[in-house]
């Protein structure tokens, strides 16, 4: 089993840049995909990005390709999602999570392949 914490959620202005942290405590970290989602008030949890237990593949949501970037410390049982350029559309709480996955290489896109979730960090993103 695994506990996630993320941190770093904020309450920011359209345009700049902030950076969502989530630790992994547990079991060994690279045994996991780790993914980001986010659930807006009213809207059902969505993908953002996903990376492989190697860190050498990522997956986006078109939504943030181009100004999002996932990546892993594995030293450090740590994922991080890079937002740049943040529109009021980014607003949602952020949720990390971890897919137990044979492969080193997957990347699942969806909430049901995930096993173990954090509590959530909330971004509110201001025109």
């Known amino acids: 089993q695994v506990q996630l914490v993320e941190s770093g959620g904020g309450l920011v202005q359209a345009g700049v840049s902030l950076r969502l942290s989530c630790a992994a405590s547990?079991?060994?970290?690279?045994?996991?995909?780790m993914g980001w989602f986010r659930q807006a008030p009213g809207k059902e949890r969505e993908f953002v990005a996903a990376i492989s237990r190697s860190g050498g593949t990522t997956s986006y949501a078109d939504s943030v390709k181009g100004r999002f970037t996932i990546s892993r410390d594995n030293a450090k049982n740590t994922v991080y999602l890079q937002m740049n350029s943040l529109k009021p559309e980014d607003t949602a709480v952020y949720y990390c999570a971890a897919a137990v996955l044979r492969l080193w290489e997957e990347l699942p896109r969806i909430v049901g392949r995930y096993d173990y979730w954090g509590q959530g960090t909330q971004v509110t993103v201001s025109s």
């Open positions: 547990g079991r060994t970290f690279t045994t996991y995909a």
